[in-house]
């Protein structure tokens, strides 16, 4: 299976999942924003590859708007190219709108990490030949007043039904990219990929999630990553 055809498989699987209270909007970005998720895919996910980052789920200001993860809206488009046509989810929470590539806000992680890469690599042909980056679980989830509710705090009777969904993409996508190492960017996607791909032939490791609510990221997460990439014996 190619990628765009595991994500389409991963779309279907999670189409009918219900969740609930606190969680009062699931936004899907494989489903809205598929024309630019594909674009990326199409672009840069050619096997195989050293290594395959893996995150958490979309934030609202980077995937959730462009389809790609860790997708900060201007590095997506001027520094990737990606391209496509963003729709809206139904519902839509009124204070989290999908505006797609005209989305003002910047994703801090997004920027963070691509813009590590950017800096580091120049070219991102450059970067994608050796890691691709993807998400663990594709679905954004929002209480009534917008806040951001993580897979990990889902209740375990819905955490295992989207898990065995997640897990089974992400198995999938190992076997296509035939990475030597899967690095969970934070701890909770290293754990998954550690369950999922248990027994499968590939290594797994660990960066600093970029996200501003870590203290150790806002003290300089560029530096903090390239030491923890160097633990995982990737060299950049």
Not at 63 to 69: E, F, H, L, R, S
Not at 151 to 160: N, T, Y
Not at 169 to 189: E, T
């Amino acid at each position: 299976m190619s990628l765009i055809q595991i994500d389409r498989a991963l779309c279907k699987a999670v189409a009918p999942l219900r969740f609930a209270d606190p969680v009062a909007y699931v936004y899907n970005p494989l489903e809205y924003a598929r024309a630019p998720h594909e674009d990326y895919l199409a672009k840069f996910g050619a096997a195989p590859r050293e290594a395959l980052l893996l995150g958490m789920n979309p934030g609202p200001f980077g995937m959730a708007q462009t389809g790609v993860p860790f997708g900060e809206v201007a590095l997506v488009r001027d520094w990737m190219g990606v391209r496509g046509k963003v729709t809206k989810p139904d519902p839509e929470h009124p204070k989290r709108p999908v505006q797609g590539f005209d989305c003002p806000r910047s994703e801090v992680s997004g920027a963070r990490l691509w813009g590590w890469a950017k800096e580091r690599f120049g070219a991102p042909e450059k970067f994608f030949a050796r890691f691709f980056v993807i998400n663990y679980c594709p679905l954004v989830f929002m209480s009534e007043s917008s806040r951001n509710i993580t897979p990990d705090k889902l209740p375990a009777a819905e955490r295992e039904a989207l898990f065995a969904a997640c897990d089974e993409a992400l198995r999938a996508a190992v076997s296509f990219l035939k990475p030597r190492i899967v690095i969970g960017v934070g701890a909770f996607a290293r754990k998954r990929a550690e369950e999922a791909c248990a027994g499968m032939d590939v290594a797994f490791g660990q960066v600093l999630h970029p996200s501003p609510a870590s203290p150790a990221a806002n003290r300089g997460w560029a530096e903090a990553a390239e030491k923890d990439f160097k633990k995982c014996g990737v060299g950049i």
